[in-house]
């Protein structure tokens, strides 16, 4: 599976922006999905996630109720939607999937990664 993430860009606080990523591949609706960021001189962390299937979600707190995460299997694409930026959302955000099962998405181990789109917000 390759992963093309696109949709990052310079947004004012209080901005909105839809990141999207799209999957080689016809496997695309059996791998949970997962939403990642890094900050400079941060560690990567875990943003947002879906799963296969039923689609259930789960959301890092910083990001809950402001981010989105979706996922059209029909367009091989999952979708992070993102309101009320704030300055501390600036980071480079990456897409993954994950083919094995993840209990719980926040600790989500992806087999494959994204190249990374920069959103960059400012005050």
């Known amino acids: 599976v390759q992963l093309q993430a696109s949709g990052g860009g310079l947004v004012q606080a209080g901005g909105s922006l839809r990141l999207s990523c799209a999957a080689s591949g016809r496997t695309f609706s059996t791998y949970d999905m997962g939403w990642f960021r890094q900050a400079p001189g941060k560690e990567r962390e875990f943003v947002a996630g879906i799963r296969r299937g039923a689609g259930s979600t789960d959301y890092a707190d910083s990001v809950k109720g402001r981010f989105t995460v979706s996922r059209d299997n029909a367009k091989n694409t999952v979708y992070l939607q993102m309101n009320s930026l704030k300055p501390e959302d600036t980071a480079v955000y990456y897409c993954?999937?994950?083919?094995?099962?993840?209990?719980?998405?926040?600790?989500?181990?992806?087999?494959?990664w994204g190249q990374g789109t920069l959103v960059t917000v400012s005050s």
């Open positions: 993954a999937a994950a083919s094995g099962p993840t209990f719980f998405l926040p600790r989500m181990n992806p087999t494959y």
